[in-house]
T-cell receptor, first 111, second 115 residues
Framework: NAGVTQTPKFQVLKTGQSMTLQCAQDMNHEYMSWYRQDPGMGLRLIHYSVGAGITDQGEVPNGYNVSRSTTEDFPLRLLSAAPSQTSVYFC??????????FGEGSWLTVV | AQSVSQHNHHVILSEAASLELGCNYS??????LFWYVQYPGQHLQLLLKYFSGDPLVKGIKGFEAEFIKSKFSFNLRKPSVQWSDTAEYFCAVTKGSSNTGKLIFGQGTTLQVKP
């Protein structure tokens, strides 16, 4: 992989619990984003950042928060987990008009 | 609604058969186009990308794609598939030159290659 690290790889949460998915990249990329992957729906953009201190909502932002205090890190917070948030989450990073690199994914189950 | 459509959801081929996976998008204006592959249990890897220039794009592992602007299409092709090409394939689009990070994905096509 090209330097996008996600943790944890697997997590089981109870409904109502909160947690943070961590994402870090060491390529000095300005763009970072979070996607969720669900069967038959491809990947959908949750939140997006064009640089430290700047974030924006994607297609499915409800129930998730993000912040970008440094260029390297872009954590995704689930405020109060719901079964509908059971999914595989991918963090990605890249530069303007260049390849977007994906992390290895985080499998989240909410029971 | 603006979207990216992959018409083939599940494709089964024998080794050495030719492959063409369809991708259409419904955005006007400038777009950047991508094909990603996801092998079982792995992350997405870029196969090829189109930003501008020659509409016939060659990627890794013998894949190519042709951008046909008039048809809003970016179909993926490979002349002869191998068993190792079994994977899920995603077409994706970004709108304009300043939205590189905001990929909009199609639903994906699962390719199964029989040995």
């Amino acid at each position: 992989n090209a330097g996008v690290t996600q943790t944890p790889k697997f997590q089981v949460l109870k409904t109502g619990q909160s947690m943070t998915l961590q994402c870090a990249q060491d390529m000095n990329h300005e763009y970072m984003s979070w996607y969720r992957q669900d069967p038959g729906m491809g990947l959908r953009l949750i939140h997006y950042s064009v640089g430290a201190g700047i974030t924006d909502q994607g297609e499915v932002p409800n129930g998730y928060n993000v912040s970008r205090s440094t260029t390297e890190d872009f954590p995704l917070r689930l405020l109060s987990a719901a079964p509908s948030q059971t999914s595989v989450y991918f963090c990605a990073s890249g530069r303007e008009r260049n390849t977007i690199y994906f992390g290895e994914g985080s499998w989240l189950t909410v029971v | 609604a603006q979207s990216v459509s992959q018409h083939n959801h599940h494709v089964i081929l024998s080794e050495a058969a030719s492959l063409e996976l369809g991708c259409n998008y419904s955005y006007g204006g400038t777009v950047n186009l991508f094909w990603y592959v996801q092998y079982p249990g792995q992350h997405l890897q870029l196969l090829l990308k189109y930003f501008s220039g020659d509409p016939l794009v060659k990627g890794i592992k013998g894949f190519e794609a042709e951008f046909i602007k008039s048809k809003f299409s970016f179909n993926l092709r490979k002349p002869s598939v191998q068993w190792s090409d079994t994977a899920e394939y995603f077409c994706a689009v970004t709108k304009g030159s300043s939205n590189t990070g905001k990929l909009i994905f199609g639903q994906g096509t699962t390719l199964q290659v029989k040995p």
